[in-house]
């Protein structure tokens, strides 16, 4: 069903929201007591956009922190988000608790020490990077409990490798927004993998379906005093399950993020998850990849650009290799259902794929971006 572009809030309205959000927490400041329940909140800018400032607040049960975790390790995103989680953890746990607030330049050998002697039994953060962490932690691994695990998307191969690391661990998904906060959690065993129910105070729908049902998400939920977002354009593309799940509540399959598993340029949708598979595929050609995405518009008419950059372990290249890696990622990289990078190139709707080649290994951050966009200044 169609709705009407004045039903769904868009990011330009977010921004007057925020900011409204902000101005009130500026004239009615909190009281004692109620400090630890509102923070100013900015939005990551890796839409590319200028990012929003907001005010936010926080009810004290909202599932973000660990019921039960004496030792926290927190490592999501920018200083910001871990600033803010850092709080929820504290104002959400039950038992005293010591939380330790990493990113990726505090990956060096004096961290496996003090890793050995918190002994964290609850570690929340981007997957890619838990990964990482979990190097440092040595035979403190079993003593993983709970993982709340956020920011990308949980494949079945990241699953089956934390399940190796972590035994002991349960995993949890949530899936949040900075604007509102957490949206939705994994928190019901009987969810399968990327399905969700929406927290309480949270509506979730989905704008303009597809015939399988699948489109942008919309989220409807408080985030500050009486301020909440209607119906607001996240970005992310999902699809609501036909059926109840069993324990009655409704639940939605999350397809990616927008920004980190996918893009949408010239019509098709760059989904993340798929170049990860045609680059398995090539494993014999390369073994580490980036994507960078740039788009064009020539006649009116919009025409994407994609630059792989390959990275070899073995050194080796040629201008064979550059050529194979090219051929084959086209030819199996789908960016339709129906349709190959190769197909949209000879119907004029990609330039042909331009492989790089990188000497140096990839640097890693706090998040794993593979597939990113490139913006050309207008
Ligand atoms: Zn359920």
Redesign the pocket.
């Known amino acids: 069903m169609e709705h009407a572009r004045g039903d769904v809030l868009d990011r330009e309205g977010f921004l007057e929201l925020g900011t409204k959000a902000l101005e009130d927490l500026i004239e009615h400041p909190p009281k004692r007591g109620e400090l630890l329940y509102f923070c100013i909140r900015m939005t990551s800018g890796t839409s590319g956009r200028t990012p929003i400032v907001m005010a936010s607040e926080h009810k004290k049960g909202t599932p973000v922190g660990f019921k039960k975790g004496r030792a926290v390790v927190i490592s999501q995103g920018g200083n910001n988000a871990r600033l803010g989680n850092v709080l929820f953890t504290l104002t959400n746990t039950e038992d005293p608790t010591r939380i330790l607030a990493i990113d990726d330049s505090d990956l060096k050998p004096q961290l496996e020490e003090l890793l050995q002697d918190l002994k964290p039994d609850a570690l929340r953060g981007f997957p890619s990077f838990m990964r990482r962490v979990g190097e440092y932690l040595g035979d403190a691994k079993g003593e993983v409990r709970a993982m709340k695990i956020t920011g990308e998307k949980w494949t079945p191969s990241m699953q089956a490798d934390f399940e190796r690391t972590f035994p002991k661990a349960n995993f949890e998904v949530i899936y949040g927004i900075v604007e509102v906060g957490v949206v939705a959690t994994s928190e019901?065993p009987?969810?399968e993998r990327n399905h969700y129910?929406p927290v309480d105070d949270a509506v979730v729908d989905v704008d303009a379906p597809d015939e399988t049902g699948a489109g942008e998400l919309l989220i409807s939920r408080p985030f500050y005093r009486g301020f909440r977002t209607v119906r607001y354009r996240v970005g992310d593309i999902g699809r609501i399950d036909p059926e109840p799940?069993?324990?009655g509540?409704m639940?939605f399959e999350l397809f990616g993020r927008r920004g980190s598993d996918f893009f949408k340029v010239a019509g098709a949708v760059l989904f993340r998850e798929e170049f990860d598979r045609v680059a398995s595929e090539c494993r014999d050609l390369f073994d580490d990849y980036r994507a960078e995405v740039s788009r064009r518009t020539e006649k009116g008419i919009e025409c994407g650009h994609i630059e792989l950059s390959v990275f070899r372990r073995d050194g080796k290249w040629s201008k064979t290799i550059g050529r194979d890696i090219a051929g084959r990622f086209s030819g199996e990289l789908f960016l339709t259902r129906t349709r190959t990078l190769e197909d949209l190139v000879q119907a004029g709707y990609f330039d042909p794929l331009v492989v790089v080649r990188k000497k140096e290994p990839f640097p890693f951050k706090s998040k794993e971006v593979k597939l990113s966009e490139r913006r050309t200044t207008p």
Do not use: A, G, Y
Request: with cysteine; charged share 10%.
């Open positions: 019901c009987n969810l129910h799940c069993v324990c509540k639940s």
